[in-house]
């Protein structure tokens, strides 16, 4: 948890240099006529107004892949939190994500995450938004097996150094609100020591809401 909150403390002193530099040019007299026709449809169409932040929470498939070879199927759902910094390719991204199974005897079995770093857009903001990111933190794991056939009731827990790196799409239905139509990850972390990772590949879908847009 500590190196999670290194991260996002370097990432919110990054935001708040690159909003204290991003100061609009000194506006210029224009013909209201003539920005009127200088405005294509297509522009007008396909271009979206950038928020500063916005929220987005939603449902998750994992396919969490053990180092036994074994993969369990687990149900859950995300929340993030992204800060535009440069004003339409570049934010910064704090994600929490979470899975979980119950698989009978073997134990109720959960994945969590915590992780923060960059988002991109390629293609910038527009009404359909194309993004990736690359994010770092920490995850947890936590099974927990209940008593049986005389044998007390157990429950493991670990953490571990977690990334992840993916991408997906948002269409925007309002000005404030879009749809998470795909988002998809692929996550590594090391919960059991030694050389071999456990992976995790996540679908999500999602809504979204955008502050301050501009």
Do not use: C
Not at 50 to 63: D, V
Not at 94 to 103: D, K
Not at 180 to 186: H, K, S, W
């Amino acid at each position: 948890m500590q190196k999670l909150l290194g991260v996002s403390i370097l990432l919110i002193l990054f935001a708040n240099v690159a909003a204290a530099q991003d100061v609009p040019a000194t506006p210029q007299a224009t013909t209201p006529a003539k920005d009127s026709a200088d405005s294509s449809p297509q522009d007008t169409a396909t271009r979206a107004s950038i928020s500063k932040t916005e929220i987005s929470g939603g449902f998750t498939l994992h396919r969490y892949y053990e180092i036994s070879g074994n993969t369990q199927t687990m149900l859950g759902g995300y929340a993030d939190i992204e800060h535009n910094i440069i004003q339409r390719w570049l934010g910064a991204e704090i994600q929490v994500s979470g899975g979980y199974r119950n698989q009978g005897a073997p134990g109720k079995l959960g994945i969590y995450t915590v992780m923060a770093g960059p988002v991109f857009y390629p293609l910038g903001h527009r009404k359909v938004t194309v993004f990736g990111h690359i994010l770092v933190g920490e995850g947890y794991y936590r099974n927990s097996i209940a008593a049986s056939a005389g044998f007390p009731a157990q429950v493991n827990t670990r953490t571990s150094f977690a990334w992840t790196g993916g991408g997906g799409l948002d269409v925007n239905v309002t000005h404030h609100l879009a749809v998470r139509l795909a988002q998809f990850d692929y996550t590594q972390e090391k919960f059991f020591g030694g050389t071999i990772h456990e992976s995790d590949t996540r679908i999500s879908v999602g809504i979204v809401y955008h502050f301050g847009g501009r």
